[in-house]
């Protein structure tokens, strides 16, 4: 059996390319087009090259923005759960407030997962 180097076990980037062998389309209007042209020209790839790029980046950036979501709807949660009970003239003890803290840190990722499928559909 001949081991055989890192180096020669690596793909190129012509490999790669070769490999890229199943289209993916969609229709645009001739003005679209045309734009997603201009913008693929001033980012210096070709304009399929591009999409394939913002497609990749979408698929990976789920995560991250349903983190901002996530982070957003703490910070919505929190101000409601305690402005609520001020306005009503109530106090809120350190310890009530740290539990908020906690209940919200635990369900922000829950909720802004349901949002987000939701907003798929």
Do not use: C
């Amino acid at each position: 059996m001949t081991i055989l180097k890192a180096e020669s076990m690596k793909k190129t980037s012509n490999d790669r390319e070769a490999l890229r062998i199943y289209p993916v389309t969609t229709k645009l209007t001739k003005e679209e087009r045309n734009a997603v042209t201009k913008f693929a020209q001033s980012q210096g790839v070709a304009r399929g090259q591009w999409m394939r790029d913002v497609i990749l980046a979408q698929l990976q950036s789920t995560p991250r923005s349903n983190a901002s979501l996530a982070e957003v709807l703490g910070i919505r949660l929190l101000l409601v759960n305690v402005l609520r009970p001020l306005a009503a003239g109530q106090r809120l003890t350190p310890e009530t407030f740290d539990k908020l803290l906690d209940e919200i840190g635990t369900a922000k990722y829950e909720l802004a997962g349901k949002l987000a499928s939701e907003r798929r559909r």
